[in-house]
């Protein structure tokens, strides 16, 4: 047992195993397997705003799907270790909240789920959960029915409980969302619905224990301040333009539209951003030099540190003394933060991602996911990598079949999606 604020349900493993070397904590033997794993070395390939490697990148600072796993982990370290919350296993669960997430970003998910649309869709939280627990290969199992050369079956990185749990942002089915059931978010596909009972076991119903909570908001401000930041180094967001008021306009609706409530008052989303420029460390000039360079990152930890602050702050005031874990709290983001992050989110959604260019690039995007998935259901098991190829093979079905290559899909690179895509389709000069 972890000490006295985790019990010995939650670090049991899915398949029992023996510690390799005496001394380490359950978390922490999580915590290096998420970084050791080849899904989280994938990340460097996947779009976090800009597709990696080309020329929207603007230069190699630009944030990857990997660089933000690390710095969300970073953040939601230090936060959940300030509430009581074991530090590894918060950044364990940080770590794996994006590992599910398929070439192309959000972007590449809408497209994905057309894809599996017949096969149960596909969302990357669900994919994430599927991932740590069958398709990333680290241990093997005996079947509990024995097969016909009862083969070895994976239980993927064999992650403790509560550390799946913890990078469980939404834990129900497709369709069960507990108070909008047209919502598209969920965490589990239904046939990995017993090692997702075996997590939950205990669980009060449609709860986000507390580690994953600390996780999700880390998550909301790693992105919103780090796609601030890359939107100003590349000289797409000028901040005099958040003075000026048809452009501040179109941020609310943005904001309005995407990241809160139908019926916020633009209002209070002006009220949010006039706080931030009205800090002394708001980066209201960039022009690259180094002294800018050195205010702006000054800003993001300023901004990082307002986000963090104000829920430590908020939790602790309505809690008791002592480690806030699982069950026993809930974080408590105030509103005025809430709305500040949402305004960022949305000046980087209006003057980074919605780019005269970006559309045509996103166009394509969803046009190469859509011809690699019909290309792959035709000949499949041609272009399944060799660990694909064994599943589908396996497969009882057309519908387990369609989950293989949907689950080989999600497992490429940006670059090697287009790689495949082009030796699978014949291109007419």
Known sequence: MEGSAYEVGDVERWAVEPD????????????ARVLHSSALRRLAGKTQVV???????????????LTHSLECAQVGRELGAALGCDPDLVETACLSHDLGHPPFGHNGEQAL?????DCGGFEGN????RLLTRIEPKRFVRPDTPTDGDDLVSVGLNLTRAALDAATKYPWPRGAHPTDPASRKFGVYEDDRPVFDWIRKGAPADRICFEAQVMDWSDDVAYSVHDLEDGLHAGHIDPNMLHAEPERRDVFDVAIGRYVADDTDPEEL???????????????????????????????SQLIGRFCLAAENATRAGTAPG???RYAAQLVVPHEARLECAVLKAVADRYVMQRAEQERIRA???????????????RAPDGLDPQFRALFGAAPDDRARKRVIVDQIASLTDAAARALHARLIARRP
């Open 20 to 31: 390799k070397r005496p001394g380490r904590t359950a978390f922490q033997r999580d915590r």
């Open 51 to 65: 597709t990696p490697g080309t020329s929207q990148a603007w230069d190699a600072s630009a944030r990857t799907r």
């Open 113 to 117: 789920n057309e894809v599996a649309e």
């Open 126 to 129: 669900a994919q994430s959960l």
């Open 270 to 300: 002006s009220a949010a951003l006039d706080r931030l420029l009205e800090q002394e460390w708001w980066p209201h000039g960039y022009d690259g030099s180094a002294v800018a360079q050195a205010r702006l990152k000054d800003a993001t």
């Open 323 to 325: 480690r806030l874990t």
């Open 364 to 378: 394509d995007q969803r046009v190469v996911v859509a011809e690699l998935a019909d290309a792959l259901v035709r």
